[in-house]
């Protein structure tokens, strides 16, 4: 711990400074991630980083289709004992997701960006998998439900017959 001689910088020891900066460029990497997975709740000022990032984390969870015995409802601006409720368990979903990154509790309370980064970044990756791989899914049975009741059109070319493609 600095004495009061150390070095300080608006208020804090120095060497907290670029930490602080490091943290503040991952929230904002961090809410860049879930905009463009899709979660637009991430843009709303009026929103606590607390609220955008587990909001976040909590709607890439559900988007995975993940089958979790947790109900993770977030509801934004909760109580203190709801959000340690609602912290730990997204820790404990991730394992269960084979999420290759740990973070604790205490990590996502702590607003520690640096630490959440990867997880978010990971869940992500899943959500817009997951979501591409439900629209071929649902392209395929779209498909194949259509062909029960109606013919593709044929194309005649040089004489040969050459169905179209969707």
């Known amino acids: 711990e600095p004495g009061p001689s150390a070095p300080r910088c608006r208020g804090r020891p120095w060497g907290e400074t ?7 460029v991952k929230l904002t990497e961090i809410l860049e991630l879930l905009v463009a997975a899709g979660y637009f709740r991430a843009r709303i000022k009026g929103l606590s980083p607390f609220d955008k990032v587990v909001g976040g984390m909590t709607w890439c969870i559900t988007t995975c ?4 015995d947790v109900d993770l409802l977030f509801q934004e601006n909760s109580t203190i004992g709801q959000k340690i409720a609602l ?6 979903v ?4 084979k999420c290759p ?5 205490h990590q996502i309370q702590g607003l520690d960006f640096i630490h959440i980064f990867p997880v978010v970044q990971w869940l992500v990756k899943r959500a ?6 439900m629209g071929d899914y649902i392209r395929s049975y779209s498909i194949s439900q259509f062909q029960k009741t109606h013919r593709l059109p044929e194309v005649r070319s040089t004489g040969k017959k050459i169905k179209t493609l969707l």
Request: hydrophobic share 25%.
């Open 87 to 92: 912290t730990e368990k997204i820790v404990s």
């Open 65 to 68: 289709s993940f089958d979790i």
């Open 101 to 105: 990154h740990r973070l604790e509790p």
């Open 94 to 97: 991730l394992p269960k997701m």
């Open 18 to 24: 670029r930490e602080d900066e490091e943290q503040n």
């Open 128 to 133: 817009i998998e997951t979501r591409e791989e």
